[in-house]
C-alpha cells in the first residue's frame, strides 16, 4: 500500500493528523527534500527506510515503491504544501494502477494558505473578489495558450502564483501588460510558517525590486490582488437581517 501525503507548508506541525499517522507507521518514506521540512521525519519509526526524491527519477521512485510492495511493506510518498498542486503525482498514480499497487491520498495545506495564514490575509472578500487564481509563470514547464498570466491578471481577482519567485520581473511585466494597475497590492512570501519565513508586501509595481533587494527567489509564493490591502464590505453571513438555513434575520 502506498499513502500519498500532504507534508503542509513547512511547520512540522502543520501535517494532518492522518497524514502524521501514516508517516508514523510507514516502513518505507520517499519524501520531497527539496520542500518538506526533514523535521517531519523524526517521527518515523526506527529502521523505517528514508528516500529523498529530490534526486530520484520517477522510475527510480517506482522501483523502490515497487520493492517495498513485492515485501509487503507500507510506503509514504511525502509531497509539500498538498499533493494535488504541481505535486507530480498524477504519473505516479497511473504507474501504481498500472502495476495494481493500491494507493490513498491524504491531503495537506498547502503552502498557499501557509501564506495567507501568515499575512492575516482572506483571499475571497465581498466586494473585492470571490475568486482565487492559482497559477504560475512558464518557465521550463510551458503553460497552455489559454492561461497566460497576463490574461489572467484581467479578471482583477486574488492570485496566488507558484514556481514564479525566480522570476518577478516576468511576472510584474505580465501583471502589468494584463491591465493590472501598479499600485495593486502584492506579497511575496518566502518559506511560509518556517522559522525563517519572510512576508514582504509591496504592489505590482515594485514586485521586481521588493524581491531583488530581499534575495529570495526559491521557495516563495506570490500573492497578487485588492484583497491583500484595502477596504471590504461585510460578510452577508453574520448580518442580523440576514436569514440563513441556521438563522432568522430580524429588522435593525
Ligand atoms: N504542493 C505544494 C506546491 C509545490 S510546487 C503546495 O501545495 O504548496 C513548489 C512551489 O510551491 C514553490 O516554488 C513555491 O512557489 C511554493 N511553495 C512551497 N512551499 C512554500 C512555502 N513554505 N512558502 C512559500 N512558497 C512555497
Not at 492522518?18 to 518538506?36: E, F, M, N, T
Not at 502495476?99 to 501568515?118: C, E, Q, W, Y
Not at 511560509?192 to 521557495?219: F, H, N, Q, Y
Amino acid at each position: 500500500m502506498v499513502h500519498f501525503v500532504g507534508a503542509g507548508p513547512g511547520a512540522p506541525d502543520l501535517i494532518t493528523l492522518r497524514g502524521a499517522a501514516h508517516l508514523k507507521a510507514a516502513d518505507v518514506v520517499i519524501y520531497a527534500g527539496s520542500l518538506v521540512n526533514p523535521l517531519l521525519l523524526q517521527n518515523c519509526r526506527e529502521g523505517c527506510e528514508i528516500h529523498n526524491s529530490a534526486h530520484m527519477t520517477l522510475d527510480e521512485i517506482l522501483s523502490v515503491t515497487e520493492e517495498a510492495e513485492a515485501a509487503g511493506k507500507t510506503t509514504v510518498r511525502l509531497h509539500t504544501g498538498d499533493p494535488s498542486l504541481y505535486g507530480a503525482v498524477r504519473e505516479q498514480m497511473d504507474a501504481l494502477r498500472e502495476k495494481k499497487i493500491p494507493f490513498d491520498v491524504t491531503p495537506g495545506v498547502s503552502s498557499l494558505f501557509g501564506a495567507a495564514a501568515s499575512l492575516n490575509a482572506e483571499f475571497t472578500l465581498p466586494g473585492v473578489s470571490q475568486s482565487l487564481i492559482i497559477t504560475r509563470l512558464a518557465g521550463r514547464t510551458e503553460v497552455p495558450e489559454g492561461e497566460k498570466l497576463r490574461d489572467f491578471a484581467r479578471h482583477g481577482a486574488s492570485m496566488a502564483l507558484f514556481l514564479s519567485g525566480g522570476m518577478p520581473d516576468r511576472v510584474q511585466a505580465e501583471l502589468l501588460a494584463g491591465g493590472c494597475p501598479p499600485e495593486t497590492p502584492a506579497a511575496l512570501v518566502y518559506k511560509a510558517t518556517w522559522p525563517d519565513e519572510k512576508c514582504l508586501r509591496c504592489t505590482v509595481g515594485t514586485l521586481a525590486e521588493t524581491a531583488a533587494e530581499a534575495g529570495i527567489s526559491k521557495t516563495v509564493l506570490i500573492l497578487v490582488g485588492d484583497f491583500l490591502d484595502g477596504p471590504c464590505e461585510k460578510s452577508r453571513l453574520y448580518d442580523p437581517s440576514f436569514t440563513t438555513a441556521f438563522r432568522e434575520g430580524r429588522a435593525e
